[in-house]
């Protein structure tokens, strides 16, 4: 296999791999949800007036949606964005301090090159169109 083919691959796998992960914490959310509560910080709930339950209800089921949109290959860049910015304020909660909020910065970045990338060869979703102009 060459390096041509090898590099074509990389956003299929960044973009499957963080597809993965989000869906993971998306579905421990549905199956433990009193687990994820105990972890929304006190702000979130007293700026969204929603109960930290609630607030991961609706998360839940928001990381399930995005990564599913995020592996098949729809809105990928949209969708990559919405994930790094959701997850730079969860990075944010836990602080540079903690191997927790480490972890998630760098999968922040991960997903903002997803953002940058935008769609590759192997998405499902309709193409971006780029438009040129002549000169």
């Known amino acids: 296999m060459n390096n041509q083919k090898l590099s074509s691959l990389a956003p299929l796998v960044l973009r499957l791999g963080m597809g993965v992960v989000v869906a993971w914490f998306g579905t421990s959310q549905i199956h433990n949800p009193a687990d994820w509560a105990d972890l929304v910080p006190g702000w979130?709930?007293?700026?969204?007036?929603?109960?930290?339950?609630?607030?991961?209800?609706?998360?839940?089921?928001?990381?399930?949606?995005?990564?599913?949109?995020?592996?098949?290959?729809?809105?990928?860049?949209?969708?990559?964005?919405l994930l790094a910015v959701h997850l730079f304020v969860i990075a944010s909660t836990f602080g540079f301090t903690s191997p927790t909020g480490i972890r998630d910065y760098g999968l922040s970045f991960a997903l903002l090159s997803i953002f940058f990338a935008g769609q590759d060869k192997y998405c499902l979703g309709k193409k971006e169109v780029v438009v040129t102009e002549n000169k």
């Open 44 to 81: 979130a709930s007293d700026l969204s007036g929603l109960s930290g339950l609630l607030i991961v209800n609706i998360n839940r089921w928001f990381e399930v949606i995005a990564a599913l949109l995020l592996a098949l290959g729809f809105w990928v860049r949209w969708v990559g964005l």
